[in-house]
């Protein structure tokens, strides 16, 4: 019996060329330990039955054993992923799926793993910061948090579901259902450290924040938060975990704070998400060990929906504070869909429309068109969130600004579309108010809008202020803080100034003498003058029949009749002395 040689049909290219042993798998153990690319020369196919031939005629082999189908670990970019010639420098990244930590394949910590798989070692140094000091002092240890101390799991039922109605609604971070399985879990066993504790307490704090009834130890789980992430977890590998507590925190800290705070909070929310390697599709990195799943769609969208997110709560930060993004050489996660029930997906498509303030004139010679076109996107996005609406006005303002410090010409041909929006952000401002839900926005835009009014200068902008100083009012009987006070008296302060700034204009007009025209006398020399009896002559004497069209166009041509009629009525000027 003449029987095909199975092993060789299931031997690896990669396998082969090195005289390494190939145990069937997919990938195999050899490509997955050095990081090939494993698979099957052009005559190696796989099949579920093996056909024999014997004298007997045909024959089929019993079902080879059948080994679990393992996604590649490897992208092949070329002979190597990292180390060959004309690899994509953009690729060249190595990513570590259980510690979540990405560096670049250039890195100190990197190369050691790299020299070790170009040298075929048995043992390949793994992903670490070998020498990275001289370790003198011992790192900080994580220390347990008892949540249900500090939230109980009835509160914390009842601030989950103000969060999930109202911050998950428009910022669309967080599962549900898989949190609400994961948090009942850890509130059931809080023994230790956990990350998601990290998680569970910003959920109850921004619930406080936006609940009619906040909760008394809504500081203290601030508090412990910002003392986990700046003074303990800055020092290790990010987690998810992690970046999406960096993400609330930045939430949090705009609702609460001051810009600069949650600038910060924003900018490392955004680093914490490259360390994590979020800013790369895994299926674009070069080497991903241990193994990890590419196919699981859950952890596909939560990487997606935490960089995308992060990233735009960045870019609008910077935009309206006027401070610098955080930015990537190359990003190859795809945006994460839309649900159909939030409008996150409107919140990153308005971040990024955004252009940056950094304008490389070779690529954009024109920065105030660039602006413009850029405010003509944001008015043609049509949404039913109140927040998007107000989002989509406090970047117009931003927008305007730039025009108006740019060129004053460009800002005022575009104020008709600043006031469109800011009257639509005026609606929905106070329908939030109504509800008592307390965005930032709620102040911050109507406040831009007085500004706004005032810079354009036009009667119909001037109408718009009245309206905005009432909201303003409101606004303070709702929520009489410092913050809001503080920002309702400057507004009148600033329509005070302008409005005596107009009086000081018409003051100096008013000061002109009032003197009557001249009257507007013919002028010395001309026949009027000479002969005054010519004021009571008919002038359209004799003219009833003069052929205007043939006088006022001289092309025509004139018959020898026209011209002797032409000419009897030329002898009449004549005699009126022209």
């Known amino acids: 019996m003449q029987v095909a040689n199975v092993l060789e049909q299931r031997a690896r290219h990669q396998g082969r060329q090195r005289k390494r042993k190939c145990d069937g798998r997919k990938p195999c153990a050899t490509c997955v330990r050095y990081e090939y690319q494993c698979e099957y020369t052009a005559s190696g196919k796989r099949a579920s039955l093996v056909h024999l031939t014997s004298d007997n005629g045909p024959e089929t082999l019993p079902r080879q054993q059948s080994w679990p189908e393992v996604p590649p670990s490897v992208i092949q970019l070329q002979a190597h992923p990292l180390t060959a010639p004309g690899a994509r420098f953009h690729h060249r990244g190595i990513l570590d799926p259980v510690k979540t930590r990405f560096v670049r394949a250039n890195s100190a910590i990197a190369f050691p793993r790299i020299l070790g798989m170009d040298m075929e070692s048995e043992s390949i140094p793994r992903l670490h910061s070998f020498a990275w000091n001289l370790g003198l002092r011992s790192e900080e240890q994580d220390l347990p948090v008892d ?12 601030l989950s579901a103000v969060y999930f109605s109202t911050v998950k609604r428009e910022l669309g971070l967080l599962e549900e259902v898989d949190f609400g399985e994961k948090s009942n879990a850890r509130y059931a066993n809080t023994q230790g450290y956990n990350e998601l ?26 508090q412990i938060v910002k003392s986990i ?4 977890r800055m020092a290790v590998n990010p987690s998810y975990q992690i970046v999406a507590a960096w993400i609330l925190l930045t939430i949090y800290l705009r609702c609460t704070g001051r810009p600069h705070g949650s600038w910060v909070a924003s900018s490392m929310a ?24 590419a196919a699981d769609h859950k952890l596909v969208k939560t990487r997606r929906k935490l960089f995308w997110i992060a990233r735009a709560l960045n870019i609008v930060l910077s935009f309206e504070y006027g401070r610098s993004r955080v930015t990537f050489d190359v990003v190859t996660t795809k945006k994460f869909a ?43 996005i049509q949404t039913e969130s109140h ?20 060129s004053l010409t460009d800002a005022k041909d575009r104020a008709e579309s600043i006031l469109n929006i800011g009257k639509a952000a005026l609606i929905a401002a106070e329908a939030l108010l109504e509800t008592r839900t307390p965005w930032w926005n709620v102040l911050h835009a109507p406040f831009m809008f007085v500004c706004v009014t005032l810079a354009v200068g036009t009667p119909r902008s001037f109408s718009y202020v009245a309206e905005a100083m009432a909201l303003l009012d409101k606004i303070a009987e709702a929520y009489p803080t410092h913050m809001v006070l503080e920002a309702r008296n400057q507004a009148v302060a600033m329509v005070r100034m302008f409005r005596q700034r107009k009086e000081k204009e018409l003051e100096a007009l008013s000061a002109l003498p009032s003197t009557s025209p001249p009257e507007d006398a013919p002028t010395i020399g001309s026949g009027m003058s000479q002969n005054p009896c010519l004021t009571d002559l008919d002038w359209t004497l004799g003219l009833e029949s003069f052929q205007w069209d043939t006088f006022l166009n001289p092309q025509l041509v004139m018959s020898s009749q026209q011209q002797s009629g032409f000419a009897n009525n030329l002898s009449l000027t004549d005699t009126l002395g022209f």
């Open 197 to 222: 504790d990290l998680i569970i307490l910003m959920v109850a704090a921004l619930g406080s924040f936006f609940s009619s009834n906040p909760h008394p130890r809504e500081a203290d789980c601030i």
């Open 229 to 232: 992430l700046i003074t303990k």
């Open 270 to 293: 955004l680093h914490q998400a490259e360390a994590s390697g979020l800013h790369k599709e895994m299926q674009t990195i070069a080497v991903v060990y241990p193994a990890a799943s």
């Open 387 to 406: 927040f998007i609406t107000i989002l989509k006005a406090d970047l117009a303002f931003a927008i305007y600004r730039r025009l108006w410090l740019m």
């Open 338 to 380: 839309p649900d159909g029930v939030g409008f996150a997906h409107q919140y990153v498509e308005l971040a990024d429309i955004l252009p940056s303030d950094f304008v490389d004139r070779e690529r954009e010679p024109d920065p105030p068109a660039a602006l413009g076109a850029t405010l003509t996107r944001i008015e043609e």
């Open 147 to 158: 949540v249900n101390s500090i939230i109980p799991y009835s509160e914390f039922q009842r």
